[in-house]
């Protein structure tokens, strides 16, 4: 009997850990290639290890709360190497008036702290009485939060938290597709403070811990840093990885099969996996499915710049007790936020120094990118200097601009995926990972290839 085949196109953590997947659930039973157009793997999962510095270029970890992600850790013999954030970094900061202010999570101290108006923090204890939505309509994620915690709050919390996750812009996202938890949070309980009081009662009785969005989490990377993961799976996953290899296209044949097409060859097969972008999924399915290929091209996505510093903790006017800051765009500063890495990863910058990593860009500031690396690097070097007074030049520097970083989920997000999704089920063994639908971060990377590897294992035959 000749072996099935499974094609994935995209060598990032999705594609490479359906790859894994794979390999688990059907062994030597299929053939499985992953094509790769680039000449190193990782996708957005990049690093630089210079002079002691560890510096990731896209993400620099996950949250350990998703059980899938801790065994597929352990099932490619990482488990030893993970690296859990310090203690030292619990503390994060906004920068509001010139100054950084902790936000505190215990609620009698935010209550008390200056980071927002007397009026706005009695705004968010009001939140309490405000009724929840009487309709079912998509909202963004800003209208939410001014709707439920007033305006201030929405542009001083809800705004960075927005740009510091999606690179979004809160006033288009929506809250359905980005923080289906908050949704439910309203509908279920009536309100953000009432679905915590009793997440909290509930806890007790059970003994459990988290917040009413569940288990918080402790963001993870690994020694060496996250990159550790790709070179991992590399070795895994040799023999069935295709490098420097561009799918092109990719038709359907009359037997339900499909042809990859590349520069050099075309081969057949019964599955495919796309594990690209959402825009390039949209272009290499136009001949099997225009109307999918039309609606995958509709997801926007955000431009981001990921300036990496480092330099030498004496010339630092601010001790570092925290995770980082991120500031608010009625702000007025061009960066959007610093991650604190040394303090959060001790391991990723040389004794006596610091290493900061700064994000510039996002949905509302998209050309921003087009400075190019020398200007947003002095750019990011003299707005940090100014808040933390820093007095000497970088020591270490690295610059990353990804064009089409994160994928928007905009109002319509959730109907527009099941309109996609319905579409390519007429179309046969076509399958989308990635990140572009449900769940920007690693999780949610993961578990969707998870998943799809699991579908197509339930209708093997
Ligand atoms: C700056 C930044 C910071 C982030 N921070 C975090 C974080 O801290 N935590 C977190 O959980 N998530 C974070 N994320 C999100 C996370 O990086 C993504 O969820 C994840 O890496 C997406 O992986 P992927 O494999 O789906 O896509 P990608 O990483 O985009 O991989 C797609 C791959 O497909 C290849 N490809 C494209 N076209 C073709 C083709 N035609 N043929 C063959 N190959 C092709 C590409 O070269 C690429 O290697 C961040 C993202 C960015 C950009």
């Not at 290639?33 to 510096?55: H, M, P, Q, S, V």
């Not at 009724?131 to 542009?155: Q, V, W």
Request: proline share 3%.
């Amino acid at each position: 009997m000749t072996k099935k085949s499974i094609a994935i196109i995209g060598g990032g953590i999705s594609g490479l850990s359906a790859g894994i997947f794979a390999r688990q659930k059907f062994g030597d039973t299929i053939n499985l290639t992953i094509y790769e157009k680039d000449n190193r793997l990782g996708g957005t999962i990049g690093i630089t290890r210079e002079n002691g510095y560890i510096a990731d270029w896209g993400p620099n970890g996950f949250l350990d709360r998703e059980p899938l992600t801790l065994e597929f850790v352990k099932q490619i013999g990482l488990y030893d190497k993970l690296y859990p954030s310090n203690n030292r970094s619990e503390k994060r900061y906004i920068y509001r008036n010139g100054k950084l202010w902790e936000i505190s999570a215990n609620p009698i101290k935010f209550m008390k702290s200056g980071l927002l108006s007397f009026s706005g923090r009695l705004r968010i204890g009001y939140e309490y009485f405000v009724s929840k939505k009487n309709n079912n309509l998509d909202e963004t994620i800003y209208n939410f939060a001014s709707r439920r915690i007033g305006r201030e709050a929405a542009e001083i919390l809800i705004d960075p938290m927005v740009s510091g996750i999606f690179g979004g812009d809160a006033e288009n996202l929506s809250l359905e597709a980005c923080f289906p938890i908050m949704e439910k949070m309203e509908q279920e309980y009536g309100g953000l403070i009432k679905a915590m009081i009793q997440k909290k009662k509930e806890n007790r009785k059970s003994g459990q811990k988290g917040g009413p969005a569940g288990p918080a989490g402790r963001l993870t990377s690994f020694r060496g840093g996250l990159y550790t993961m790709i070179e991992r799976l590399e070795e895994i996953l040799h023999d069935n990885i295709r490098q420097n290899v561009e799918v092109e296209k990719i038709t359907r044949n009359e037997d339900g099969r499909f042809q990859i097409i590349c520069k050099a060859d075309k081969i057949e097969y019964d599955y495919i996996i796309l594990a690209v972008p959402s825009y390039i999924s949209g272009g290499l399915l136009n001949e099997v499915s225009p109307d999918a290929a039309g609606l995958l091209m509709e997801i926007p996505y955000s431009n981001l710049a990921v300036v990496c510093q480092g330099y030498k903790i004496s010339d630092i006017g601010q001790s570092l007790d925290g995770f980082g800051f991120l500031a608010p765009h009625n702000q007025n500063l061009e960066i959007l936020g610093s991650i604190w890495t040394s303090v959060i990863f001790p391991e990723q910058a040389p004794d006596g120094y610091a290493l900061f990593r700064t994000m510039l860009g996002g949905a509302k500031n998209n050309d921003i990118i087009e400075l190019g690396n020398e200007r947003l690097a002095e750019l990011t070097h003299n707005q940090l200097s100014q808040i933390l007074g820093i007095k000497e030049k970088p020591s270490f520097e690295k610059v990353i601009i990804w064009r089409k970083a994160i994928p928007q989920y905009i109002i319509g997000h959730s109907e527009r995926l099941g309109r996609i999704e319905a579409n390519l089920r007429q179309h046969g063994n076509i399958y989308l990972a990635g990140n572009a639908y449900t769940g920007i971060g690693l999780n949610d990377a993961i578990k969707r290839s998870s998943m799809i590897v699991s579908a197509i294992l339930s209708g093997w035959v």
